[in-house]
């Protein structure tokens, strides 16, 4: 089992920051390829950003490649989701969630932490 905590959401104005981070506890992290995901009110979840096991191979959905960014450290057991030039459309709860080892950017991940709301208001 995999267990994962994230933090860093909070509300933050139209062009602002976040940074959100997952810390993962339970397996060996550097085993794991991670994801963020999103949800907004009434909608599904979708896929953010997703990075591969050495974090080597990032990978972005299209609405945010250029504006988000997604790291590693694998020392510390932890991902990281850098959102910068926020848009009131990036409000959602913000998922991470484990797979191993193969890095994908569907749904099909193992293991998933409780979320973290982040609202971007205009």
């Known amino acids: 089992q995999v267990q994962l905590v994230e933090s860093g959401g909070g509300l933050v104005q139209a062009g602002g920051s976040l940074r959100l981070s997952c810390a993962a506890s339970?397996?060996?992290?550097?085993?794991?390829?991670m994801g963020w995901f999103r949800q907004a009110p009434g909608k599904e979840r979708k896929f953010v950003a997703a990075?591969?096991?050495?974090?080597?191979?990032?990978y972005y959905a299209d609405s945010v490649k250029g504006r988000f960014t997604i790291s590693r450290d694998n020392a510390k057991n932890t991902v990281y989701l850098q959102m910068n030039s926020l848009k009131p459309e990036d409000t959602a709860v913000y998922y991470c969630?484990?797979?191993?080892?193969?890095?994908?950017?569907?749904?099909?991940?193992?293991?998933w932490g409780q979320g973290t709301q982040v609202t971007v208001s205009s």
């Open positions: 990075i591969n096991q050495s974090g080597g191979m990032t």
């Open positions: 969630a484990a797979r191993g080892p193969i890095v994908v950017v569907t749904m099909d991940y193992d293991y």
């Open positions: 339970g397996r060996t992290f550097s085993n794991y390829a």
